[in-house]
């Protein structure tokens, strides 16, 4: 599939795969009586699609596969399998350059369970068009929105309307994202974005003891890609650090690496060398990635 062939729509894309099955998207698969639906419970990822790859397949697979097993959800046993399937729901809906969605839904436990649940879980994917993001970001702050001494911090669970509810909230003010503090008052991360703070050529991002996701790009920035003249590394960080940081950048799937231009009102520098520097070599690691793992 060439470049050409691709086609950018607005909202989910025609078709979506359920379980073995490239479907419309209309059509009537899903059932009141799966629990994972009904309670959030479940796991997902979101994927970029570059040149018709997966970008990091095999890091979005781990972590799913980890959160599932906390949760007690059966993913699909087969990886490689699962990936066929959703690069064949990337040709269906000609989505060569788009963002995947794909969900494990649990389907049996508890009273609300329906009588024909076949499947111990569903495997949902679907596509659609990558948002553009601007060039920065506005961020406020959202107190004891994470508890990081919790059991289940740092799982990437269906069960979202939380996350959804505090950046309507910060939209509503005027922000683009809000940026979630634990018990502690410390930063955790955005909603959906990790957070990274640069003070000269030291680069901090909240540990995982935060209560923060292990966000992909945050993984690899942090364990795979490297920076002549930088050190990027974990520390826990109040707001008063990003406060006063050189740069301040977030970081996601969908966004790579965005500078953040305001916190809470307050102008951020957002031109300096750390934030560029590493998403220069965050696009050369994309790029080799995307190389290598073009079909033959």
């Known amino acids: 599939m060439t470049q050409n062939e691709c086609i950018r729509i607005s909202a ?8 073995d099955e490239i479907r419309e998207s209309s059509d009537c698969v899903l059932a009141p009586g799966q629990v994972g639906l ?3 419970w479940g ?5 970029r699609v570059i040149d018709g790859v997966l970008f990091a397949f095999e890091h979005h697979w781990a972590r799913m596969t980890k959160d599932a097993a906390a949760l007690g959800v059966a993913m699909p046993p087969d990886a490689e399998a699962v990936q066929r399937k959703l690069l064949e729901l990337v040709a269906a809906n000609r989505a060569c350059e788009a963002t995947l969605r794909m969900v494990v839904v649990r389907n049996k436990g508890g009273i609300w369970q329906g009588p024909d649940m076949g499947r111990d879980s569903d495997l949902i994917a679907l596509t659609t068009t990558t948002k553009e993001w601007g060039g920065g970001v506005r961020l406020c702050y ?19 309307a939380m996350n959804l509810t505090w950046l309507e909230r910060a939209q509503a003010r005027g922000f683009d994202e809000t940026m979630l503090l634990n018990e502690h008052g410390q930063i955790a991360e955005c909603t959906s ?18 209560g923060c996701l292990p966000g992909v790009t945050r993984e690899l920035l942090v364990g795979e890609i490297h920076v002549p003249g930088y ?4 520390k826990a960080l109040m707001p008063a650090d990003l406060e006063h940081a ?10 790579n690496l965005l500078p953040v231009v305001e916190i809470e009102g307050r102008a951020i520098p957002h031109s300096g060398p750390a ?8 696009n050369r690691y994309v790029e080799a990635y995307v190389a290598r793992h073009q079909p033959l």
Not at 145 to 156: D, V
Not at 231 to 234: D, H, N, P, Q, S
């Open 43 to 47: 796991v997902f990822s979101t994927i």
């Open 231 to 234: 050190a990027v590394g974990e």
């Open 12 to 19: 989910v894309h025609r078709f979506v795969l359920h379980n």
């Open 142 to 160: 959202t107190p004891r929105a994470r508890y990081a001494a919790g059991e289940f911090a740092g799982a990437k669970i269906l069960s979202w």
């Open 193 to 210: 974005a990790n957070i990274f703070a640069a003070l000269g050529d030291q680069v901090w991002t909240p540990p995982l003891s935060s």
């Open 275 to 282: 934030c560029a520097a590493l998403s220069a070599a965050f």
């Open 246 to 255: 050189d740069e301040v950048f977030i970081t996601s799937t969908t966004r």
């Open 38 to 40: 009904l309670s959030g």
